[in-house]
């Protein structure tokens, strides 16, 4: 019955070529990771073909399933064509929303500070090393004293002031280390990335 929750033996569940969503070996080792420590969560979404089961959407969590021994998954079977299918495949990894990194690091920051280990951490999806970011980030950020703050002694400079900072994100290495390239090749001879950044950008620096 379409919509119905239903157990699909892994030998009878199929994925095509078609699917947009990919994912890189690490993060697919962190899918392993958390489903063998917590479990299959997340129903598979299928379509009936002939004898077999077309996954539409879970079909990493499907082959994590496979290398970790599960011999059948949860699905939920629905009746669509082939057309709808491509369509709710494309959209359902579309519009799955995005993490606020700044929530994300604090949230994951007091976990840490309440005795969770990395390899606990790991199961919100990011990476060791993403997540050694993301904490590091929230224990370079200053306190604001307001009036409490300290007021330098007169014969000292005042401290200077908070410098701003732009962060951007990114997921592949690669691509870190050539946008870092490309804005140095844009700073000129100073190779000053933040230079580098306005020069992209198109604005004076000052």
Request: net charge negative; glycine share 8%; with cysteine.
């Amino acid at each position: 019955m379409d919509g119905t929750p239903i157990a699909v033996a892994l030998l009878d569940a199929c994925a095509d070529d078609d699917n947009p969503n990919v994912m890189d070996k690490t993060t697919f080792g962190l899918l392993r990771n958390a489903m063998k420590s917590t479990g299959f969560n997340q129903p598979v979404l299928v379509v009936k073909r002939g004898e077999r089961y077309l996954i539409v959407d879970g079909a990493h969590r499907v082959r994590a399933a496979r290398e970790l021994g599960m011999t059948e998954v949860p699905c939920v079977e629905r009746a669509w064509d082939d057309e709808q299918v491509k369509l709710i495949r494309i959209g359902m990894n579309k519009m799955r929303g995005e993490l606020d990194l700044g929530r994300v690091a604090e949230q994951l920051t007091a976990l840490r500070d309440n005795g969770l280990e990395l390899d606990a951490l790991t199961l919100s999806g990011f990476s060791e090393e993403e997540l050694a970011a993301l904490t590091q980030r929230v224990n370079t950020d200053s306190v604001d004293l307001g009036a409490n703050a300290p007021a330098p002694p007169n014969d000292q400079p005042s401290t200077a002031d908070k410098p701003h900072v732009l962060e951007i994100a990114f997921t592949d290495k690669k691509k870190m280390a050539l946008a870092k390239k490309k804005l140095m090749q844009a700073a000129g001879e100073t190779k000053d990335v933040a230079r580098g950044l306005f020069a992209v950008l198109g604005e004076e620096w000052t």
